[in-house]
């Protein structure tokens, strides 16, 4: 990590950090560093601490659900966040500075899932699993894809999903690469893994009662207890469920308590 920038100030190529806008797109790849992965990988992060320091003391692995560019939006733009001038940035530094500086040197080298895990921003010991979601290879291209990481996340106590929308029952419609189904979490839950997985907000109900929904569905879905589900209220809304398997709900639960106390400026628990 030397050879990384030390301090916030690095040159931010590409980027007008001051209104958070990129100049240029890569794949899906260009959410990287941006305020919603401050949030993700501060939970993750704080999962896999010791107990000591509020955490669950963890091992983590990640799915990134990575999948093709779509350049017709304007997502992948919320950096702003990374400048000391912007409102936000004292108190989500607070949370995790060591974060905010690893976060800044992925922003300036690339906007890339491959940056993302050679800066530190995840946590110590991840395991990943980056291989691209092709939409066109159809069911049995996704199985093949699906088996190869769960092969890739064997072993760790936590598994995140990470993928755009967030969960659905089958990969049967529209754009269903950009969702990880209830039966692909299931295979990791039941060998024993709990699960964190990103579920974006829509306009189907009130925040909290979606963040209620979601994870009653999910834990149901996937045969686990429910812990809660982290509302993150920097960029878009959106939601990190929670669930565990046998012997993790208290470490989990505990920590969730830890995370909600310490970020409270930024995102809700709700159970």
């Known amino acids: 990590m030397d050879a990384r920038p030390s301090r916030l100030e690095v040159d931010l190529r590409g980027v007008d950090i001051l209104s958070g806008r990129q100049k240029t797109l890569s794949v899906q790849n260009r959410y990287a560093g ?28 990640l799915n990134w659900y990575l999948v093709p560019d779509e350049a017709h939006n304007a997502d992948g733009r919320h950096i702003a966040y990374l400048h000391p001038t912007n409102s936000w940035h004292p108190s989500l530094e607070a949370c995790d500075s060591d974060l905010m500086r690893r976060l800044a040197w992925v922003v300036a080298h690339g906007h890339s899932v491959e940056a993302l895990e050679a800066s530190g921003a995840l946590p110590a010991g991840c395991r990943t699993h ?6 066109a290879s159809g069911p049995t291209g996704r199985q093949g894809w699906h088996t190869r990481a769960l092969m890739a996340l064997e072993g760790p106590e936590v598994v995140f999903a990470d993928p755009d929308n ?30 964190v997985v990103y579920h974006h ?48 709900h208290e470490r989990l639960a505990t920590s969730l308590d830890q995370f909600a106390a310490r970020w409270f400026r930024h995102a809700d628990l709700v159970r």
């Open 34 to 61: 941006d305020v919603g992965d401050f949030m993700k990988f501060g939970l993750l992060r704080h999962l896999a601490a010791a107990a000591t320091s509020g955490g669950a003391g963890m091992a983590v692995g």
């Open 130 to 135: 980056r291989e691209m979601l092709d939409p």
């Open 166 to 195: 967030g969960v659905r029952t089958a990969a049967t419609r529209s754009k269903s690469h950009k969702y990880a189904t209830v039966e692909e979490l299931a295979d990791y839950a039941r060998r024993g893994q709990s699960l």
């Open 201 to 248: 907000a829509d306009r189907s109900a009130g925040v909290e009662t979606q963040a209620q929904r979601r994870l009653a569905e999910l834990a149901s879905g996937v045969g686990q207890r429910s812990v809660g589900t982290v509302i993150a209220r920097r960029g878009s809304c959106r939601f990190f469920l929670v669930t565990a398997s046998d012997g993790h």
